[in-house]
């Protein structure tokens, strides 16, 4: 298997631009997760979805991040406009409910917003 | 809600000294636990991992940890360090009834030859 993808896997984007970032999660496993990870913050999770469902989004910071699954090897994380604030690297991770939750983690997008 | 604790921020060992993370964790019932290593540039991989059975749990490149319930802790060992090991080190505890986990804040270990 080839684990879990991301792309692009460094992104660099003015303020006010829109910024996608991709992930396809390893397949068979039924939840998704996304994470932040800054130096000031640490690791964060922002989102993560079962089943294509979203479960809880209560780490996303704020209307400005979006995040759809449409299908169960598939998910997008958007942020519109962009900010310097979000620079940080976004890292999606999967896993399998059963037998014991793993996670397991992808590359990480780089994102650098000027 | 759970939570996890790792004290350490920073840590440095001599190459083939032995080292212990530490990492404390809060939760109501027997957690999965788990310890994740992240090298520069790279994403989170995982060292090893505990749900049921013996506390003492074997991982990859020769770590291991114990969980004592006593203590709500999980510490990872490593016997001789090697400057390989160099890294930023993850605990992280997870529910028997959700696949969330909860992420410690990260120990980054120095290697020094």
């Known amino acids: 298997d080839a684990g879990v993808i991301q792309s692009p896997r460094h992104e660099v984007t003015e303020m006010g631009q829109e910024v996608t970032l991709r992930c396809k999660p390893i397949?068979?496993?039924?939840?998704l997760f996304w994470y932040r990870q800054t130096m000031m913050r640490g690791l964060e999770l922002l989102i993560y979805?079962?089943?294509?469902?979203?479960?809880?989004d209560s780490g996303m910071p704020e209307d400005r991040f979006s995040a759809k699954m449409p299908n169960a090897s598939f998910s997008t994380l958007k942020i519109q406009p962009s900010e310097p604030r979000d620079s940080a690297v976004y890292f999606c991770?999967?896993?399998?409910?059963?037998?014991?939750?793993?996670?397991?983690f992808g590359p990480g997008t780089r994102l650098t917003v000027l | 809600a759970q939570s996890v604790t790792q004290p350490d921020i920073h840590i440095t060992v001599s190459e083939g000294a032995s080292l212990e993370l530490r990492c404390n964790y809060s939760?109501?019932?027997?957690?999965?636990l788990f310890w994740y290593v992240q090298s520069p540039g790279q994403g989170l991989q995982l060292l090893l991992k505990?749900?049921?059975?013996?506390?003492l749990v074997q991982g990859i490149k020769g770590f291991e940890a114990e969980f004592k319930r006593s203590q709500s802790s999980f510490n990872l060992r490593k016997p001789s360090v090697h400057w390989s090991d160099a890294a930023e080190y993850f605990c992280?505890?997870?529910?028997?009834?959700?696949?969330?986990?909860?992420f410690g804040t990260g120990t980054r270990l120095q290697v020094t030859l």
């Open positions: 991770a999967s896993s399998s409910q059963r037998p014991n939750h793993e996670q397991f």
């Open positions: 397949s068979g496993h039924n939840s």
């Open positions: 979805f079962n089943n294509n469902v979203p479960i809880d």
């Open positions: 939760y109501g019932a027997t957690p999965y």
């Open positions: 505990y749900f049921s059975g013996d506390t």
């Open positions: 992280a505890v997870g529910e028997r009834t959700a696949s969330k986990l909860t």
